[in-house]
C-alpha cells in the first residue's frame, strides 16, 4: 500500500459554479424545488441520469462482468426488522445530538466547538444517541410488531442472501457478492451538495474469503478500488488512501481504509474498503437460527467466511467525476468551459449539429445523421443556435465529439467531426461516420 498521501491541488472550480451548470444544463434539480425543496435530496435531470447510469454500468462491468468470482445482486429496499437487530444497526447506527433549547435546531455533538447553539448562542440540551435509520410501518397499523427500516446500507441485503447465492451458483470461497441500490439515513449533517444526502446510491460488494486471508484480500481490494477511480480519469494527485484510526472504526469492523478525493470543500471519503470479519454471517447465524457456515470440500470443515467490503457512492463517485473533469481554458480570446470526461462516462458521446438551420437539406441530413447513431450511442441533435455557440454548449456538457452537417456535405456526402479534448476537426465521408465512432468509442 504506497502512495498513501497524495497531495494535490484541489479542482479549479468551486461547487457554486458546480451547482449552478448542474441546474442550467440538466445534471441535477432540487427535489420538489416548486415547493420550496426538502432538505438534502436531489433529482438527476436528463444528462445527470445518463451520467450516473454510466458510473453504474462501468462499475458493474469491471466488478461484476469480467470477473469470475463475483456474482451480482438485487435484493428489496425493505428488509424484515430483525435483520436490523442482528446486524447491530438497531443499537448502534447512531450520531450523538444535541438540541437547541431556544431555536430548536439539531446539531451532531462532535461537530460543536462550545457548549452553545452556534446558530443563536441558545443552551443546547444533554447529549443523546440518535438513530439515524428511518423508520416506517409495513401494513395499516402503527404498532411495534410493524416496523420496518428503510435499508440505511445493502450490505445486508447480501449477507442475508449468502447460503441462496452460494447454493445456487455453487461458488468456491474466495468469492464475492456485488450489489448497487439506495440506502437512506437520516443525516444530521448534511450538505456539500449531492455528497451527503438523506436519499443516495451505494455501490457495496461483499467479498468473502477464508479466514486468515482476510489481511490479504482486504490490501488488494483497497488497491483495486483505488485503480478504479484512476483508470475513468480521475487525477492522482488528487486521490488518496486513509486508514482509520482504532476509534474511528466501524463496530462491525476489524480495519478501514477510506479512498479519499480532494473535493473543492477538501479531503473526504469516496469509498469505504472494510474488513467485517466475520461479524455479520455470524450474527444473522445467532439471530436466524440458520446454518450459513460454508463447506470447505478441500478440508471436510465448516467456516464461517471472513469478508473485505468495498463500499462506495453511486452520487460521490459521480461529483468526483463531474469536478474532476471540470476545466475551463481560453481558445481565441473566448474562455471555453469543457468537461472532460472519460469517453464511458460521458452522458453524450455525439451531436449532430446542422451548420445552417434554415437550410431544410442540410437539417434533414443532420436528423438523418443522427437517427442512425442514437440506437449504438448516447446522441444529441441541436439546431437552436450558431454552431460557435453549438460547440460551447456541448464541450460544456462532456461531449465526445459534434458532427457537423454544412452545405458542401450536400454535394461530396462528407461531414466534419470535432474532438471534444483537441477541438481538431477531421472530414469523413457520411457512411463512414458511425463506424468510426464506434471504433473511437472501443478503443
Ligand atoms: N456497508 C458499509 C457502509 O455503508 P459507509 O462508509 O457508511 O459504509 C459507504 O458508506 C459509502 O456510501 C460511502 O463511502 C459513501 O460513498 C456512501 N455514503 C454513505 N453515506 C452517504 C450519504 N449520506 N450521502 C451520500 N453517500 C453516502
Not at 435546531?105 to 448562542?121: E, H, I, S, Y
Not at 458532427?403 to 457520411?430: G, H
Request: charged letters at 30%; one cysteine or more; proline letters at 5%.
Amino acid at each position: 500500500m504506497d502512495d498513501v498521501k497524495a497531495d494535490g491541488a484541489p479542482p479549479a472550480v468551486s461547487m457554486d459554479r458546480i451547482v449552478e451548470l448542474c441546474k442550467r444544463r440538466g445534471f441535477v434539480f432540487q427535489s420538489s424545488e416548486i415547493y420550496g425543496g426538502i432538505g438534502s435530496t436531489w433529482d438527476y435531470g436528463p444528462l445527470g441520469v445518463e451520467l450516473k447510469r454510466n458510473v453504474k454500468e462501468i462499475w458493474w462491468q469491471d466488478n461484476v462482468r469480467v470477473r469470475d468470482d463475483m456474482v451480482g445482486l438485487d435484493a428489496a429496499i425493505l428488509m424484515n426488522a430483525r435483520v436490523w437487530e442482528a446486524s447491530g444497526h438497531v443499537e448502534s447506527f447512531t450520531d450523538p445530538l444535541v438540541d437547541c433549547k431556544e431555536c430548536k435546531q439539531r446539531f451532531r455533538a462532535t461537530d460543536l466547538d462550545g457548549d452553545k447553539c452556534p446558530a443563536c448562542g441558545g443552551d443546547l440540551t444533554e447529549m443523546r444517541q440518535f438513530n439515524t435509520m428511518f423508520k416506517t410501518f409495513v401494513g395499516p397499523v402503527e404498532e411495534e410488531a410493524a416496523i420496518a427500516w428503510l435499508r440505511p446500507e445493502t450490505a445486508q441485503g447480501i449477507f442475508v442472501n449468502f447460503k441462496n447465492v452460494q447454493n445456487t451458483t455453487r461458488k468456491k470461497l474466495p468469492f464475492g457478492i456485488a450489489q448497487i441500490g439506495k440506502a437512506f439515513r437520516n443525516e444530521i449533517t448534511t450538505g456539500n451538495f449531492i455528497f451527503r444526502t438523506r436519499e443516495f446510491e451505494q455501490m457495496e460488494i461483499e467479498y468473502f474469503v477464508m479466514p486468515g486471508t482476510d489481511e490479504e484480500w482486504y490490501t488488494r481490494w483497497i488497491e483495486e478500488r483505488r485503480g478504479w477511480y484512476l483508470k475513468y480519469a480521475i487525477k492522482p494527485e488528487r486521490l488518496r488512501l486513509r486508514p482509520h484510526d482504532a476509534d474511528e472504526l466501524a463496530f462491525y469492523s476489524k480495519g478501514t481504509t477510506d479512498i479519499e478525493y480532494l473535493f473543492p470543500f477538501g479531503w473526504s471519503e469516496l469509498e469505504g474498503i472494510a474488513n467485517r470479519t466475520d461479524y455479520d454471517i455470524r450474527r444473522h447465524m445467532e439471530c436466524s437460527g440458520e446454518n450459513m457456515a460454508y463447506f470447505d470440500e478441500a478440508t471436510g470443515e465448516s467456516v464461517i467466511p471472513y469478508v473485505i467490503e468495498p463500499s462506495g457512492g453511486v452520487d460521490r463517485s459521480l461529483l468526483a467525476f463531474l469536478v474532476d473533469a471540470y476545466h475551463e481554458e481560453m481558445v481565441r480570446g473566448e474562455k471555453r468551459t469543457v468537461l472532460r470526461f472519460h469517453k464511458a462516462l460521458a452522458p453524450v458521446k455525439v451531436a449532430v449539429l446542422p451548420l445552417l438551420r434554415n437550410r431544410p437539406e442540410i437539417v434533414e441530413m443532420a436528423k438523418a445523421i443522427a437517427a442512425e447513431l442514437r440506437p449504438v450511442m448516447s446522441t444529441m441533435y441541436d439546431d437552436t443556435a450558431s454552431i460557435g455557440r453549438l460547440y460551447r454548449r456541448q464541450d460544456e456538457i462532456g461531449t465526445l465529439w459534434c458532427v457537423t452537417v454544412d452545405v458542401q456535405s450536400l454535394d461530396d456526402k462528407q461531414v466534419t467531426i470535432r474532438d471534444r479534448d483537441t477541438m481538431e476537426q477531421i472530414r469523413v465521408p457520411v457512411k463512414e461516420v458511425k463506424p468510426l465512432l464506434i471504433e473511437k468509442l472501443n478503443s
